[in-house]
Structures are given as structure tokens and as C-alpha cells.
């Protein structure tokens, strides 16, 4: 393999470059003048100029890093999960990779490892505990290494799991909607602060843990309203959900291997993520920057309404992909119900040919369309079949058949609304 040589100042490998912590990190060292090379996994192509390719879940031996981490002088560690799936475990990516890379920066020089961990108590769930025991044991090793254990975090442009479902429940039309009475404490950190955190972090040789969070902590049902007045929904009437459907939800979302927020996000909200009363002075002291209070960074940031289209369309993503999935599920049944009598009555007259054949594939291409968006595997290509069946559909019996154009319930002239949808559900299928 071979890499780009080190820039003119010091290079900085980001670890999780892709993700969006990363990806913010990243941009803020560049601004400050450091070099970065971007540790991102490389599937199916060559990596970019700027990149490294790694695999946390495979690389867990010291020499597996080695030659990862040519001129690299600093190593930003801004890689994880929040659900386990296959090979991508905890155990793997919080604690065996990074601990095999720290362990490789030993062996090679690189002597500073800024390290982002989560707050929260190990007793919240296997993704809080797998974090800390690397906190602990880099922090065991001969490095000049600092791990950050920032609160919720949060953007003014963009968002992504739970803060996306935040935003959303704080944009409903009519009234924001909170877990239970929203009375639950947090201290949420802005990813522009907290990137610059890591700026500082990289820059220096402190060591330690550091809570990071904003001024002071606030009610979850404040940093609700204060969102969406930001975004200019009017309205403050709250509804509260109760926390047993929550759980229920969120016990679901587990099972299904997907959803915003998992049980350990939930058990880490009820229980208050909120840093120690002295953390914010001591990040201050120590790097001579501290996180800002949500009011203060939303006012610097001016909504547009693409704001507000990301927070009110989350909930409708979903909803339009489960009305396409129904759509397919009612047109391929009644394919296969409609007798061969009422088929051949439908084609009289066309060239159509055989129409028991034809509308009998039709229907079972649809259910296998159907359930292969059920499914989530590359939903983007399940949608742009469906875009391309509706469409050759359209125009072959709107020629053969173009009495169907002015059926009283809309016949074809419904896939007028159909297309669009679809290419509307195919941009929503990109949630990241």
C-alpha cells in the first residue's frame, strides 16, 4: 500500500472519517491547518487520495495499523456504533480495533490519540460500557491520550439518529411531542463546539477524561422548544407520550435491528446525561475553549426552510416508503385474483397478446419489488425498478389501452402522482 506523504504541518488520521462526527472533525482540522488523512472503510472502490482504508472489526493486531499509520503524527478516534450488526459488535469496534491501533501509535511514535467516547454510565448498556473500557485502558498506555465524552450533540445544519428524531418531534405540526413530560435532563453539545474541542484536544498534550457539555444542564422539553422556535413553527402546546409506549417503541426498534434510538440512548435520557457540576470550566481551563448553550449557537445560525423539511419529513419518509410497499402488496394481489375472463375482457381490441401471462408476471414482479423494499437491502435500487416497472407500465397500456387514461377512478393517470412519488422516496432512501 501506499499513502500520501504528511502535509507541511502535523497530519491527523481520523478514524470514522465518514460518519457525522467525523466528517465535522475532519473539516475542522483542515480549517486549522492540519494535514488529514481519512481512516474510512473502502468497499468496492479505490480509496481517495485522502484516504486510508481500515476495518475496525478486522483489524485488532497492532501490525494491522502499521503501515496505516505512515507521517501520521495525531490520531482522532471518532469511530462507533449504536447498534450491533454481524461482525460490526462493541466488543470490535470500541474496544479491540481502536485498542490495537493506541497500541500501534506505541509502537510507531505517534504519541498523541484523541479519543471521542460517549457520557454515560457503563450500567446503560453494552455501548456506553464498551466505550469506557477503551477510555480506560488507551488512557493505561504510554500515550498522550485525552478521550472526550461529549452529551448529546447536535447541529444547526443537519442532523442524524437521535437528534434527527428530536428535531422531528419538536417540528410537529400542531404541537411538539415529548418522551413522558420532557422533564429529563441533558447538557447538549453543538458538533461545531465540540469539533473544535477536538481541534484543541489534538493540539496540546493534556491528558484525561473530559465531560463535555454545554453551560449548564436543561429539561429535554426546553431544548424541544427552543428548536422549534428556531426552525419557526408557531405553536407550544406539548404532547406528552408515556414513557411505557416509548419503551415499547423503543424495545421494537431493538428487536428489528433498526430505529433512531436504541435502549441504551433511552435508559441514558431517563437517567439525565449531564456532565459533573465543575466539567465545563475544567474544558475550559484545560483547552481554552468550552461549548456554547443551545440558544447562543442557534441564534448565530439562521433556519431556512430546508430546515424545516429535514425535521418535517422524517416522519413522512417512512410513511411514504410503507404506502409504496402496501401500493405494490394490493397491485400484485389483485393481479393474480383477476380471472383470465376478465383479463382477456380488459385486452380486447389490443395487441397486447397473451394478457393472463403478462398480467400474472406483472403482479408477481410487483410483490417481489414489495417485499424487497420491506426488506431495506439497497432500497434505492428496489425503488428505481418500481420508477422503471410503473413507467414501462404506463406507456404500454396507455398506447394499448388508452381508454384507462379516463377510468373514473383514475386508472393510469394515477401513476401521473406514482413517479413522482417514487423519485421522492428514492432521495428520502439516503438517511445519512
Same mark, same amino acid.
Given at each position: ?22 466528517? %465535522? ?48 503524527? =495525531? ?18 469496534? %470500541? ?8 497500541? +500501534? ?5 505517534? /504519541? &498523541? ?38 452529551? =448529546? ?13 428530536? /428535531? ?48 449548564? @444542564?436543561? /429539561? ?19 404532547? %406528552? ?16 435491528? &433498526? ?99 403478462? +398480467? /400474472?408476471?406483472? +403482479? ?55 413517479? @413522482? ?12
Amino acid at each position: 500500500m501506499s499513502f500520501p506523504e504528511a502535509g507541511p504541518r502535523r497530519t491527523v488520521l481520523v478514524i470514522g472519517a465518514n460518519g457525522f462526527l467525523g466528517g %465535522h472533525v475532519a473539516a475542522a482540522l483542515r480549517r486549522a491547518g492540519f494535514g488529514v488523512v481519512l481512516g474510512v472503510r473502502v468497499s468496492g472502490r479505490a480509496p481517495a487520495a485522502d484516504e486510508r482504508p481500515i476495518d475496525l472489526a478486522t483489524m485488532t493486531r497492532p501490525e494491522d495499523w502499521v503501515p496505516v499509520l505512515a507521517g501520521v503524527d =495525531i490520531v482522532v478516534n471518532a469511530a462507533g456504533i449504536l447498534r450491533e450488526a454481524g461482525p460490526q459488535t462493541f466488543d470490535a469496534l %470500541h474496544v479491540r480495533g481502536p485498542l490495537a491501533l493506541a497500541e +500501534a501509535c506505541v509502537a510507531c511514535g505517534v /504519541r &498523541r490519540f484523541v479519543q471521542v467516547s460517549a457520557l454515560g454510565a457503563p450500567e446503560d448498556g453494552a455501548f456506553i460500557a464498551s466505550k469506557h473500557a477503551f477510555d480506560d485502558a488507551l488512557l493505561a498506555l504510554p500515550l498522550d491520550a485525552v478521550v472526550l465524552r461529549p452529551s =448529546i450533540v447536535y447541529a444547526a445544519a443537519g442532523s442524524y439518529g437521535g437528534t434527527s428524531l428530536l /428535531r422531528a418531534l419538536a417540528a410537529f405540526p400542531g404541537a411538539q411531542w415529548l418522551p413522558g413530560r420532557g422533564e429529563w435532563a441533558i447538557q447538549p453539545v453543538a458538533m461545531d463546539d465540540l469539533a473544535e474541542l477536538v481541534v484543541a484536544a489534538a493540539g496540546n498534550t493534556v491528558r484525561g477524561v473530559f465531560e463535555v457539555g454545554g453551560p449548564v @444542564p436543561m /429539561r429535554l422539553a426546553d431544548y424541544q422548544a427552543t428548536w422549534r422556535r428556531w426552525l419557526r413553527i408557531p405553536g407550544t402546546r406539548e404532547v %406528552h407520550v408515556p414513557g411505557g409506549l416509548v419503551s415499547a417503541q423503543v424495545w421494537l426498534w431493538e428487536r428489528l435491528g &433498526r430505529g433512531p434510538v436504541g435502549e441504551t440512548m433511552w435508559r441514558m435520557l431517563r437517567r439525565g446525561n449531564v456532565t459533573q457540576p465543575d466539567a465545563h470550566a475544567h474544558v475550559r481551563d484545560a483547552f481554552g475553549v468550552a461549548p456554547r448553550a443551545l440558544d447562543v449557537v442557534l441564534a448565530g445560525a439562521a433556519s431556512q426552510v430546508q430546515d424545516r423539511w429535514q425535521a418535517q419529513l422524517y416522519f413522512l419518509a417512512p410513511t411514504l416508503r410503507a404506502s409504496i410497499i402496501a401500493l405494490w402488496v394490493l397491485s400484485g394481489i389483485a393481479g393474480l385474483r383477476a380471472t383470465d375472463a376478465q383479463l382477456h375482457a380488459m385486452a380486447s381490441g389490443s395487441w397486447l397478446g397473451d394478457a393472463v401471462s403478462l +398480467a /400474472r408476471a406483472s +403482479a408477481w414482479l410487483d410483490l417481489i419489488l414489495a417485499a424487497w423494499l420491506a426488506i431495506g437491502w439497497r432500497p434505492r435500487l428496489a425503488l428505481g425498478l418500481m420508477g422503471l416497472s410503473v413507467l414501462a407500465y404506463t406507456l404500454v397500456f396507455g398506447i394499448a389501452l388508452p381508454a384507462l387514461w379516463l377510468e373514473p377512478l383514475g386508472g393510469l393517470a394515477k401513476n401521473l402522482v406514482v413517479l @413522482p412519488a417514487l423519485a421522492v422516496a428514492w432521495v428520502l432512501a439516503d438517511r445519512r
